[in-house]
């Protein structure tokens, strides 16, 4: 637990329909006080998932299978060498701002990333947690949540060291113009864990700054 949030971490690929039962299902045990608030942390195999806001035509090659999901946003890639984190907190009792919430989040992982020495922010305007390569700015890391009676649910992506090729299937979070990167395409070698104790390290701070608004 952190600050009375229960941290759970699962091994191996975590289906993702089975992933989002459990999810909702913990929404619902959270709003009625029979749950504590959740971070989890998996990993799921190769597919696509399409946000409220996706787009038929950013789907170019369906060659892994396409979840429809109820978080806001458009198409993204969920894979080996990603880490996915799905956020359950009660809004009700920690301001009711999605808006801060979100911004919270995103700050959360740039610090997360900031402790592996990677210099990653976030662009008004432009989805996602960013850095510089050497072709330009790259996305690193997706945000995409869902807010159910004050419960959250989905949350964040990171790249660790996925295929980046399947990334091609589809135009990621509708932006064409920028591409993907990973700590491994930017000669960053930590590892899942090494990403999980970052996120569990500056995992408090993201929570007082949350209920600070």
């Known amino acids: 637990m952190i600050d009375g949030v229960e941290w ?7 289906d993702y329909e089975a992933a989002v039962a459990d999810m909702e ?5 959270i709003r009625s006080g029979e749950a504590a608030e959740r971070i989890w942390l998996v990993e799921h195999a190769p597919l696509y998932t399409a ?13 892994f299978p396409v979840h429809r999901t109820g978080r806001g946003g ?22 009711r701002d999605v808006r801060c919430f979100v911004h919270q989040l995103e700050q959360w992982v740039i610090r997360a990333l900031g402790e592996l020495g ?33 419960v959250t649910l989905h949350g964040f ?8 090729d399947h990334f091609t299937g ?16 930017i000669g960053n070698n ?8 970052a996120l569990r390290f500056t995992a408090a701070e993201f929570l007082k700054r949350l209920n600070k608004g």
């Not at 930590?190 to 104790?197: E, F, H, R, V």
């Open 8 to 14: 759970t971490v699962s091994s191996g690929l975590t």
């Open 170 to 185: 589809i135009i990621p979070c509708g932006i064409s113009e920028f591409s993907v990167a990973s700590l491994a395409s």
């Open 25 to 29: 299902a913990r929404a619902a045990a």
């Open 74 to 95: 458009r198409y993204t890639y969920h894979g080996p060498g990603q880490r996915v984190g799905y956020v359950q907190l009660d809004l009700d009792s920690r301001g």
């Open 118 to 150: 990677v210099a990653a922010r976030a662009i008004d305007g432009r989805i996602g947690i960013w850095v510089d390569t050497p072709a330009g700015e790259a996305k690193i890391g997706a945000i995409g949540v869902r807010v159910r009676r004050w």
């Open 157 to 164: 992506s990171v790249n660790i060291h996925p295929n980046l």
């Open 51 to 63: 946000g409220t806001s996706a787009d038929p035509s950013e789907l170019l090659d369906p060659r």
């Open 190 to 197: 930590a590892g899942l864990q090494a990403l999980d104790d």
